[in-house]
C-alpha cells in the first residue's frame, strides 16, 4: 500500500514538476456575446471549444513547456496573435491557419491579443490570458478577465471603423465574460476557499478602463503588479488594474463568510442600467 | 457540561460586547440638499449625527483608537429605501459588513447595530451598500479615522512618525441628473432591478463636499503653522479617479494606503487615488504664506482629464486651532532666553524668527535664544511648531 502511494504522490509531482510538450489549437471565430438581459453583441473570440464561448481560452503552462501552437483563423477577416516579448504569429489570413513552436517564457502572467487593428480586434475579445506557472507551484489560483462593452463600438468596429476613444463609454462590465450572478458560476473565476487556506488571484485587464476593485472582508498582498512593480508587498483592500496590465494577489482568509469583491468605480458593477449585473463576485470562505 | 459550556459562552459573548470602547448613532437621511459653488442646488442622502443636523456630503468623520471594540447605532429615518453602512476597508465579518443581501439591511424607521474592531490605525471609509451604485452617488459616505491605540492625534500609527497637523480629503463627483427623484426615489425591492440613468456625465467635482470656487476660497484653505509636517489622509469615494498633485518644495512623501504601511515610503508629488482607495502623505511646509496644490479628477473609461482646482494650504500664525494633543512641551515659556523641552530629544530642533528665517539648529539642551532680541520666536520639533516668547 505505502508502495502504492509512493508511486501515486511520484507521479503527481512528476506530472506538476516537469516541462511537458504542449500542443493547443486555438480557433478564431466570430459569434454573439450575451448579456443577462438578453441584449447581444457581436463578438470574436480564441477558443478550443466547438462551440462560441463568452470569452477567450485561459492557456496555462509549466515553466519549461514546449508549446505548439496553431491558430486557425475560422472568420472572413485577417487576424493575428501576439505575446508580448515571446512570440508574433503575423498575419492569418482568412480561412488560413499558423503553427509555431516555442519555449514557454518564464513563469508568470501573459497576455495574447491579435495585433491587427489594435485595439479594436482585441476590444471585441480577441485577447487572452496566459499563466506560466512556476516549477513545484502548487498554489491553486483562480483568474479574472476584466473587460467592458459598449454596445455601439461592437456594431461600429465590424464596418471597418475606428470609434474615438475618448468618448469610450461602456455600458456592460464582464468578468470572464460574465457579469453578476453569473461570474459566481464560473468555477474558474468564483473564489471559494478555506480559513487560514492561501488564495491566489490572477486579475488581467483586457478592457480599455482602469478597473478599481475593491475587496470586502480581507486586505489582499499585491504578489505582483505589472504597471507598477513598486506596488508590490503591498497590503490593500482596493487597487486599480489598469489597461492591458495584471495583478496577482494572495490573501489567507482569516474568518469564514461570504464577502463581495467588485469594481469601485461603481457604473461598473451595473450591467444594461441595472444595478448590480455588473463586475461583482463573491469570495465564499468556508470555516 | 452542556449547560457550564453554554454559560460560559453567554457570559463571553455578554462580557465581550459590554467592553464597548465606542459607540455612535448614525442616521441615514434621504431628504437633504447640496448647494454647489455656483449656488444650484441638488437633492442629497447622507449620514447624520443628530435628527436635527442637516445632510451634508460628506457625512461625519468617525474617528476611532486601534484596538476599539465599536458599536454603530444606525437608524433609517430616510421615508424611502432601506440603508447600510458598509464599513470600507476595515475588514469586519459578514454579519456586520453592511452589504444588505449578505448580513441584513435596515428599514425605515428601523435599526441596527454594527460591532467590529479596528486594529490598523489609517484610513477607511463607510457608506451604504444597498443599491450602491445609486446610494453613494447621492451622498451615503463618509470618513473613518483610526488613531493609534493611546488615541494620539499627532502620530501615524504605534511607533510610528509625528506631524504637527492632519487634513482628511475625501474626492468624489455629481451627475445631477443622477439626484432626480425618479432615480433616487425607486422602489427598492430585492427582485426586482435597480436602474441607474444610461450615462454618468459627472458636472460637480467635489473635495470633502466642495466644488470649484468654494475649494480655493479663503474660507475653505487649510490653516497650519509655518514649518508644520502636516498629514494628508487622501481618500476617493467617486467613480472618477483622482490626482493630488503638490508643489515639489513640499517634499511629498507617501507612507500608507488603506490602512496599512508602505514596504517602502514613495516620493512622488502626485498621488494618484482610485475609487475606493486611501493614501496618507507627509508634507513639509515651510515659511511661504500659501501652497496652492491641485485636485484632478478624470474619466477611468477615456483617463481625460475633467476638472482640475486648485486647494490651498495657508500657513498663518493666527486663526489654526489648538493643538490639545502635541506630544512635548517647553519650559519656562515666557522665559528669559533658556529653556527646555520636556523630553529627551531624539532629533534637531530649530528655531525661526516670524519672518521665516532659520537662527539655529540643534539637539542641544537647554535651548538658548539668549543672543537674540527679546520677541516671539518659532520651535520647530518632531513636525510640530511651538511659539516661544523670550522677555
Redesign the interface.
Known sequence: MKKFILIVVSVFFYLQSNAANVSIRLVIKNGVLEFNDGTTVYYKIFTSSATFANNSDLLIFNEGDIVTLKVVNTTSENHGLSITGVLNLGVITASDSIQQTFNAPPAGVYRFFDPLNFPYNEYLGLSGVIHVKAINDLTPYFYWDLR?HQLTWNESIPLGNSPI???????YFTINGNSEPNINLDIVARVIGNVGSEVRIVIVNNG?????M?F????AHLLNNSKNT?HE????????VYPKEYVVLSFVPD??????VH?????A??GG?????GMFT?LLIAP | MRKKLLFLFVFSICNYWGQIDYSKLIIGRNLGTHTFHDGLQTRIFGFTETLSAATKIPGPTLYLNSGDSVKLDFWNMSQGAPHTI?L??L?????N?G?GM?SFEVMHTEHGYYYFKAPHPGTYLYHCHV????H??AGMYGLVIVRPNDGNLLLNWENGESYGREFPLLASEIDTIWHNDTILDQEHDMTM????????QPNYFLVNGKSGTQLSDISNHLLALPNEKVYMRLANIG???VRYIFPSILEARTVA????P???E?VNDTIEV????RYETFLQLGMDNSYPFTVEHFN?????ISSSQTMVIETTFSDVETKENLTFGVFPNPNNGIFEINEALTENYQIYSLEGKKLKESMESPISISDYANGSYLLCYKGNTLFIVKD
Do not use: C, M
Not at chain 2, 443599491?131 to 445609486?134: D, I, R
Not at chain 2, 482610485?274 to 482607495?277: Q, S
Open positions: 467592458e476613444l475618448n468618448t469610450y463609454q461602456p455600458y480599455l478602463s482602469i478597473h478599481s475593491h470586502h472582508g480581507f486586505h513598486a508587498g503591498r497590503e490593500k483592500d482596493t487597487f486599480p474568518k469564514p463568510g461570504e464577502y463581495p469594481d469601485h468605480n461603481l457604473v458593477v451595473t442600467g441595472i444595478y448590480h449585473a463573491t | 458598509h470600507h476597508g475588514d469586519v465579518n459578514q454579519q459588513d452589504v449578505l443599491g450602491s451604485t445609486v453613494l452617488q432591478p435597480l436602474y441607474v440613468p444610461a450615462t454618468y467613480y472618477y479617479g494606503s488603506d490602512g496599512r508602505l514596504p517602502a514613495v482610485l475609487p475606493g482607495e477611468l473609461n477615456t483617463q481625460v
